[in-house]
């Protein structure tokens, strides 16, 4: 897992602010996020529970990267609540 210190940064610019970005929050384990491309159904919906929408944002490049690779950035926050780590997916 990769370790983080804040929320995922988002980032200025001109492209950041075209591209959208929905982020959700796991039903079932509220520690549990996942970002997607605005308007894409996420993944796992039956193994998180169902997805509750918590608002559409713009992100930074290498997040951005993560969801063009895999269609999703799913992270977990810390159990202290001062930052999240990527869950890697096989």
């Not at 982020?23 to 549990?32: E, F, G, H, I, V």
């Not at 996420?42 to 169902?50: D, I, N, Q, S, T």
């Not at 990267?65 to 895999?70: D, G, H, L, P, W």
């Amino acid at each position: 897992m990769v370790e983080h210190e804040d929320e995922p940064v988002i980032e200025g610019g001109e492209q950041a602010s075209t591209a959208k970005f929905d982020l959700y929050r796991s039903l079932t384990y509220p520690n549990l996020m996942i970002f997607v491309a605005k308007d894409v159904v996420p993944p796992f919906r039956f193994k998180a529970g169902g997805w509750e929408l918590l608002r559409s944002t713009a992100l930074g490049p290498a997040m951005k990267t993560r969801i063009a690779e895999k269609g999703y950035f799913l992270c977990r926050l810390n159990d202290e609540g001062s930052g999240w780590s990527e869950m890697p997916i096989p």
